[in-house]
T-cell receptor, first 115, second 109 residues
Framework: DSGVTQTPKHLITATGQRVTLRCSPR?????VYWYQQSLDQGLQFLIQ???????AKGNILERFSAQQFPDLHSELNLSSLELGDSALYFC??????????????FGPGTRLLVL | EDKVVQSPLSLVVHEGDTVTLNCSYE??????LLWYKQEKKAPTFLFML????IEKKSGRLSSILDKKELFSILNITATQTGDSAIYLC?????????FGTGTSLTVIP
């Protein structure tokens, strides 16, 4: 158990809908990262927040957005869902904001299925 | 374009064999190289490498980084069925982690 929690574990929804995924980082960690893992794309970095501020952006679609709240938990919002958004969404956390010598600890993931 | 490439894509071995997994990277502002093991759930951290030539070891697993040739290897000796997993490597550039697609290792009893 990494100490990172994610809810829900599974989510099934229809195309065009909007969902919110939630992540709580390990105690003491200030950074939260979001990743999407699909069978054909591997693990893709979406976005990073550090202490409430956006720190880095990866391959995140405009239909997706995220935020980190004062208690450091984070939410990833996915809207106008398409079939291709079906994937495993991981959240990870680390102590600091980057610097290149930090380890990320991953949550158990949320499996999203869009029908 | 920043990228991380792992090889082989897939590997099937017998228990007791030794395996070597490869990870090459081309990223700007490289800071560190990380290895993760992913079974049916979230990736779990194995090693972080920042300096060339210094081997990191944990039980039967070891890893080394070559910053001149831009690659890392992960060795697993005396493999066991519990080593069956996908092994991911990632290059850290400070704010971003670039992951390879992974090597799927299957260890047959």
């Amino acid at each position: 158990d990494s100490g990172v929690t994610q809810t829900p574990k599974h989510l099934i929804t229809a195309t065009g809908q909007r969902v919110t995924l939630r992540c709580s980082p390990r105690s003491g960690d200030l950074s939260v990262y979001w990743y999407q893992q699909s069978l054909d794309q591997g693990l893709q970095f979406l976005i990073q927040y550090y202490n409430g501020e956006e720190r880095a952006k990866g391959n995140i679609l405009e239909r997706f957005s995220a935020q980190q709240f004062p208690d450091l938990h984070s939410e990833l919002n996915l809207s106008s869902l398409e079939l291709g958004d079906s994937a495993l969404y991981f959240c990870a956390s680390s102590v600091g904001g980057g610097g290149g010598r930090e380890t990320q600890y991953f949550g158990p993931g949320t499996r999203l299925l869009v029908l | 374009e920043d990228k991380v490439v792992q090889s082989p894509l897939s590997l099937v071995v017998h228990e007791g064999d030794t395996v070597t997994l490869n990870c090459s990277y081309e990223v700007t502002n490289f800071r560190s190289l990380l290895w993760y093991k992913q079974e049916k759930k979230a990736p779990t951290f194995l090693f972080m490498l920042t300096s060339s030539g210094i081997e990191k070891k944990s039980g039967r697993l070891s890893s080394i980084l070559d910053k001149k040739e831009l690659f890392s290897i992960l060795n697993i000796t005396a493999t066991q069925t519990g080593d069956s997993a996908i092994y991911l490597c990632a290059a850290n550039t400070g704010n971003q982690f670039y992951f390879g697609t992974g090597t799927s290792l299957t260890v047959i009893p």
